[in-house]
């Protein structure tokens, strides 16, 4: 089986910095692509930047030149670095991964993982 964690919330004043880890664990063959949503009380969770195993990106627009997503394949890890963050960004941001792993049967499946969430605030 897959589970991811995330690290790196916070209490983060406006204009602030604040950078998200989520690793992957289980008997992985691959992570495809990973992404960061969030979801702010009363809202739709909402993709906010997607990375594929390759390293193609793509971010919400009201995300872009201030986020940026990255991967290490080898630790099988995802990042979001947050810069210039505004009240707007709070959220509980969750990483999703597209994973290839082996069941304890020893073949191979695919399945769609989420993380637990992590709490951004962004208030003075």
């Known amino acids: 089986q897959v589970q991811l964690v995330e690290s790196g919330g916070g209490l983060v004043q406006p204009g602030g910095s604040l950078r998200l880890s989520c690793a992957a664990s289980?008997?992985?063959?691959?992570?495809?692509?990973m992404a960061w949503y969030r979801q702010a009380p009363g809202k739709q969770r909402e993709l906010v930047a997607k990375?594929?195993?390759?390293?193609?990106?793509n971010y919400v627009d009201s995300v872009k030149g201030r986020f940026t997503i990255s991967r290490d394949n080898a630790k099988n890890t995802v990042y979001l670095q947050m810069n210039s963050l505004k009240p707007e960004d709070a959220a509980v941001y969750y990483c999703?991964?597209?994973?290839?792993?082996?069941?304890?049967?020893?073949?191979?499946?695919?399945?769609?993982?989420w993380g637990q969430g992590t709490q951004v605030t962004v208030s003075s």
């Open positions: 990375i594929t195993y390759g390293g193609n990106t």
């Open positions: 999703n991964a597209d994973v290839s792993y082996y069941r304890g049967t020893g073949s191979r499946t695919d399945g769609n993982y």
């Open positions: 289980g008997t992985i063959y691959r992570i495809y692509d």
